[in-house]
């Protein structure tokens, strides 16, 4: 169904297939609890600024990993990386903006479930990539 060049990109696509997945079910099953850690989040400088070098960090080893355009697959994995890293650069260089942003877009439990639904999409997305794609290269 899905060709790749690059076999890490079937590994990687599987692994953010099930973290997505585990956080689309948070937010569906509990929005109220997903909404409250966004709170304390939003409350804690340390846990936040800890978050983000854990973003920076994350982010940073995907794109040095898997930077990779050749194909849909790799790419759609390589745009999340770069994702992760632009979120945790932005989330210390503008904190308390990105932060209330997050705020609004989870303002209500209806909200919640609505990205929840979203992250579900992409999460499918992903594992179909990660279980349907063969990797025609060994790169």
Known sequence: MFDTLIP???TLSRAYGV?????ALAALLSPT???AT??????????SFLATLFAVT??????IVHSVWAD?????????????LIKGILLLAVPEGLL???????????????WGVF???????YLVIGFAARALAGI
């Open 72 to 84: 849909f697959p790799a790419a759609l994995v390589s745009l999340l990386g770069w994702a992760i």
């Open 58 to 63: 994350l982010g940073m080893a995907l794109v």
């Open 8 to 10: 890490l990109t079937i």
């Open 33 to 35: 609890r997903m909404k």
């Open 38 to 47: 966004l709170e304390d989040f939003e409350r804690s400088a340390g846990l």
């Open 119 to 125: 992250a579900l999409v992409l999460s499918i997305v």
């Open 19 to 23: 973290i997505i997945l585990a956080v």
């Open 100 to 114: 209330k942003l997050g705020s609004a877009l989870a303002a209500s439990a209806s909200m919640v479930r609505a």
